[in-house]
């Protein structure tokens, strides 16, 4: 992959949650998405410019991984954040806890593009590490609790991997929360598909899963799986908002369990 390549898809993500904040800036409010799309444009890096559905799945995704944050800091304050698969995201203005530190894990390539255009962010820690070398853990506090999230990084994973993943998390962060959206099998292959016909040939998306609750058998210390194939939960009453069109798609999407988010807890 070209770093041209590489460039657009760290900016891709904030491109969909800058559109979603644009047309529904009641709903998905993003001071930091339109600062790097300011970024985006100062350097000249090109994006596609996405439509509305694909955009309000964006806004979603981050809302709903912002939601989940701060419902566990809640319980536990002072717990590790860390946002895996980081690209140019910053959670520093969304995570109300003031204790919470948030851990930037990325590959090493990508934080040193990160800290390019970034500055240091207070309570924030920068991890140069795939999500598959486990030995991002020795680098994250965790006395306190532990919720990672990752937000579109999973389907480029083998499944085998993540299974590593989440047991290595449930044997050294006890309490801790792991986030992460997924598609079902056949809605995963169309997303492939889709992202080699747009400029990707080599692109593949190997983590399919038949059943989202598989990830209970993962590791002996979960305590607890929920799946949510309602993406529009996260909005409650104000999902009403968006145009009946893009309730539609979303009612579809959850009628098909095409689309979710798991949420899996391990135990104390």
């Not at 590490?129 to 937000?151: M, N």
């Not at 929360?177 to 079902?184: H, I, K, V």
Request: proline content about 6%; some cysteine.
């Amino acid at each position: 992959m070209s770093l041209d390549d590489v460039q657009q898809t760290l900016f891709f993500p904030l491109m969909g949650r800058a559109a979603a904040a644009r047309r529904w800036p009641d709903l998905f409010p993003d001071p930091w998405a339109h600062h790097v799309a300011q970024i985006r444009e100062a350097e000249s890096i090109s994006a596609e410019q996405l439509g509305a559905f694909p955009a309000a799945v964006y806004g979603l995704r981050h809302l709903l991984n912002v939601i989940e944050i701060n419902r566990y800091l809640a319980q536990k304050p002072g717990a590790a954040v860390v946002s895996i698969g980081c690209g140019l995201d910053r959670l520093v203005g969304e995570v109300g806890d003031p204790d919470a530190t948030i851990y930037n894990l990325d590959l090493p390539e990508v934080i040193e593009m990160r800290q390019r255009w970034m500055e240091p962010a207070e309570r924030e820690v920068d991890l140069p590490y795939s999500v598959t070398d486990h030995r991002w853990f020795d680098a994250v506090d965790a006395s306190r609790g532990l919720i990672a999230v990752a937000a579109g990084v999973f389907y480029y994973i083998e499944v085998d991997e993540i299974r590593g993943l989440v047991r290595t998390m449930g044997d050294r962060c006890r309490g801790g929360r792991l986030c992460y959206d997924a598609e079902s099998p056949m809605m995963t292959a169309g997303s492939e598909r889709s992202i080699r016909r747009n400029g990707t040939p080599g692109a593949r998306m190997p983590f399919r899963v038949k059943d989202p609750f598989e990830v209970r058998s993962w590791s002996e210390r979960i305590r607890d799986v929920r799946v949510e194939f309602d993406f529009l939960s996260y909005l409650g009453e104000r999902a009403a908002r968006l145009p009946v069109p893009l309730r539609a798609a979303f009612t579809g999407m959850r009628l098909l369990k095409g689309m979710y988010e798991v949420v899996v807890t391990f135990e104390e």
